[in-house]
């Protein structure tokens, strides 16, 4: 065995390569980089996906979603309410706020709090709802994506395919008319 033969076997025998370790030491291997990087939004996607899985809902959770729907119409309807008692009976309606302004200011502030939490907690329940349903939706993008390519791929095929029957009777009457025009 020669010399060059010992000094290659030495840099690249028995499975190794020491120029390509040693040089992974002082910059990153690309392909490992790339690799873990897959690995990582991987297991980001698949956490994302448990969090917003959807859930089989019982009849209770289904009862109990229709009854918080009911607050804030009803809210609305009443301010509504209060508007045309004011206008078709303003005694009533004055004697109603005079009651109203009774109301000590702390149990004000505990209305604020007990509405503002409802509000709170149905928007980010609703918002956990929205990313569930965009990720549902996310999962299908490369199907759609695949439909549309398809689609475009036949209408390109179609305009440069040449036509069934030959020439186009059209075209050629037109030919004819404008050659026929010129001579005459």
């Not at 002082?26 to 917003?52: C, K, L, P, S, T």
């Amino acid at each position: 065995m020669g010399m060059i033969e010992r000094v290659l076997s030495f840099v690249f025998g028995g499975g190794r390569n020491v120029i390509k370790e040693t040089a992974e030491v002082f910059r990153e291997n690309a392909e490992g980089a790339a690799q873990r990087a897959q690995d990582v939004q991987i297991a980001a996607m698949q956490g994302h996906a448990a969090e917003f899985r959807a859930q089989d809902r019982g009849r209770f959770d289904r009862v109990m979603d229709a009854v918080n729907r009911l607050p804030r119409p009803a809210m609305a309807l009443g301010c509504l309410a209060l508007f045309v008692s004011a206008m078709v009976d303003p005694v009533w309606f004055a004697a109603r706020m005079s009651g109203i302004a009774l109301v000590p200011e702390p149990l004000w502030w505990l209305l604020g709090v007990v509405v503002s939490f409802y509000f709170g907690a149905r928007h980010q329940a609703k918002g956990q709802e929205f990313q569930r349903s965009m990720t549902e939706n996310l999962k299908r993008v490369p199907e759609v994506i695949d439909t549309l390519e398809a689609l475009e791929g036949s209408v390109r095929a179609e305009a440069q395919s040449p036509m069934e029957g030959g020439e186009n009777p059209v075209l050629v009457e037109w030919r004819e008319h404008s050659s026929g025009g010129a001579t005459k």
